[in-house]
């Protein structure tokens, strides 16, 4: 089998899209378009089935994608590991929220780029940005707060992120213990600060505490928690946050929790990888780094 063809077949797999596999490639899409027709003649089988926005794997396509990829991976990384290309960086490409990654993520992989990893980072807040471009093959490694369907990705769970109701101080003092017991009450006489306009941390929190959907409107919205954080310790209004992202605040007496649940809510992160790719030293060597290093956080 002509390892041209399958080259193609698993960047069109991973793509989900001739268009985008064609640009990856370097070649037209008529050309990729040939390709998979031709290993599909030479396979008996139809290997995608091809949809309005890009293309679907058969169950055949899947199971060849699935044996194929990974020793296609090897072979490219063989080949780049002669002689000539003894000490060449290699690169990895990163994706995922703007403040964990910033956060967490890039601290972490600080011992691999000194043992000779380059790193480029994208800082991308829409997780299905994020998993399309994984899927595509502009980033290597993705960090996703929910585990991906399907046989194009490889999921890992990389670490739990606690949730915390936070405020200035000068708020807290206002809200008695009774009233904390009311979710509708607390937003009744505290702004809220958030990074979009549906309240996403808010929502996520009311429903896990209160059992309720939060009836309020952002005082203030900033699409990064960090400026989140800020805002809330200036005394803009009540937040959500990650504990991580507070902790330092909390401690400080900058921000104070105004609730300490039984059952405090949390998000799970997920490392994220296209199936087979795990097969590159460099990206396993990272993956498993984070991993070890996730259980200090």
Same mark, same amino acid.
């Given at each position: ?10 960047? $069109?797999?991973?793509?989900? %899209? ?5 640009? &990856?490639?370097? +070649? ?14 030479? !396979? ?19 199971? +060849?994608?699935?044996?194929? /990829?990974?020793? !296609?991976?090897? &072979? ?25 990654? =910033? ?5 972490? *992989?600080?011992?691999?780029? /000194?043992?000779?990893?380059? #790193?480029?980072?994208? *800082? ?16 290597? &490694? ?21 949730? #915390?109701?936070?405020? /200035? ?5 206002? +809200? =008695? ?12 006489? *505290?702004?809220?600060?958030? $990074?979009?306009? =549906? ?12 059992? =309720? ?6 005082? $203030?919205?900033?699409?990064? *928690?960090?400026?989140?954080?800020? %805002? /809330?310790? %200036? ?5 959500? !946050?990650?504990?991580?992202?507070? @902790? ?39 993956? @498993?780094? &984070? ?7």
């Amino acid at each position: 089998m002509d390892l041209t063809l399958l080259r193609t077949f698993v960047t $069109v797999h991973r793509a989900g %899209s001739f268009t985008r596999a064609a640009a &990856l490639l370097g +070649l037209s899409q008529p050309a990729v378009t040939s390709q998979i027709r031709t290993l599909e003649r030479q !396979l008996g089988r139809p290997l995608f089935l091809r949809r309005a926005r890009g293309v679907t794997p058969t169950t055949v396509g899947d199971e +060849l994608a699935h044996r194929a /990829a990974p020793h !296609l991976d090897a &072979l490219v990384e063989i080949a780049g590991s002669g002689p000539e290309e003894q000490g060449r960086v290699r690169t990895l490409h990163v994706a995922g929220p703007p403040e964990f990654t =910033s956060t967490r993520v890039l601290p972490a *992989l600080t011992p691999l780029v /000194a043992q000779g990893l380059a #790193v480029r980072a994208s *800082l991308l807040g829409d997780a299905q940005e994020t998993l399309d471009g994984l899927a595509a093959g502009h980033h290597d &490694l993705a960090v996703a707060t929910a585990r991906p369907r399907g046989g194009l990705f490889a999921a890992t769970p990389l670490c739990d992120e606690e949730h #915390v109701l936070v405020a /200035a101080p000068r708020w807290a003092a206002r +809200l =008695s213990p009774e009233v904390l017991r009311e979710g509708a009450v607390v937003l009744e006489q *505290l702004p809220v600060v958030e $990074v979009h306009e =549906s309240l996403p941390f808010v929502s996520r929190y009311w429903t896990a505490v209160f059992e =309720s959907k939060p009836a309020a409107a952002a005082t $203030v919205i900033a699409p990064d *928690l960090r400026a989140v954080r800020d %805002s /809330a310790a %200036s005394g803009a209004g009540l937040a959500v !946050l990650p504990r991580y992202l507070c @902790e330092e605040d909390l401690e400080r007496g900058r921000l104070v929790a105004l609730l300490d649940p039984p059952v405090p809510p949390l998000r799970t992160y997920f490392l994220v990888v296209r199936t087979g790719t795990l097969a590159l030293p460099h990206l396993a060597r990272a993956h @498993e780094w &984070l991993l070890r290093a996730s259980g200090d956080w």
